[in-house]
């Protein structure tokens, strides 16, 4: 499959307040290690609401781009707020779009080394236990270590830098 040049590391925010400065971080990080980066925000891709009905005729045209940059980075960092205890609505809609593109459900996903990361308002742990849980069921291989923020604990250059480090050191299995 042709495609764009694949970055070595991927960067998904859904959000355009606290956790795109926080991807933004690990854009730099990975940039001084050399690493080549590139940043999605969600919130700048307009994606309708999921709905089977709709997903049987054809898939949106924004997906194509967000599925392609995804299916050419072998790493991926997800950097999201904790939305009522769980998932952000934006980044619930993108992943079941994107597990609707093939006949496999978990194609993009299986076998992906995944880093997660959060600054919450609120706790923040719900929102990584909940993340863990579906990209785990996808089959992504989602890194032990996890980055979790907010204002009375923001997050490190240490914490980015180490959970950056176990990142890179993982590769996509290769799935026959």
Not at 72 to 95: D, F, K, M, Q, T
Not at 113 to 141: C, K, N, W, Y
């Amino acid at each position: 499959m042709t495609g764009p040049t694949p970055h070595q590391l991927l960067v998904i925010t859904a959000s355009n307040g606290e956790n795109l400065k926080l991807a933004q971080r690990f854009i730099a990080a990975a940039k001084a290690r050399q690493c080549s980066a590139s940043l999605v925000d969600l919130t700048q891709i307009e994606l309708p609401l999921f709905n089977p009905r709709l997903a049987q005729d054809a898939a949106p045209a924004a997906l194509d781009g967000l599925r392609t940059q995804m299916h050419h980075s072998p790493r991926w960092v997800i950097c999201a707020p904790e939305y009522n205890g769980s998932i952000p609505p934006i980044l619930s809609n993108a992943i079941a779009w994107l597990s609707t593109q093939d006949e496999d459900f978990r194609s993009l996903f299986n076998g992906r080394p995944v880093g997660i990361a959060t600054f919450s308002g609120g706790g923040g742990m719900e929102l990584l236990m909940s993340l863990r849980i579906q990209l785990s069921h996808l089959g992504a291989d989602v890194l032990g270590r996890q980055l979790l923020s907010n204002h009375n604990k923001p997050p490190s250059d240490a914490a980015i830098d180490d959970l950056l480090n176990r990142l890179l050191q993982r590769h996509p299995l290769q799935i026959p």
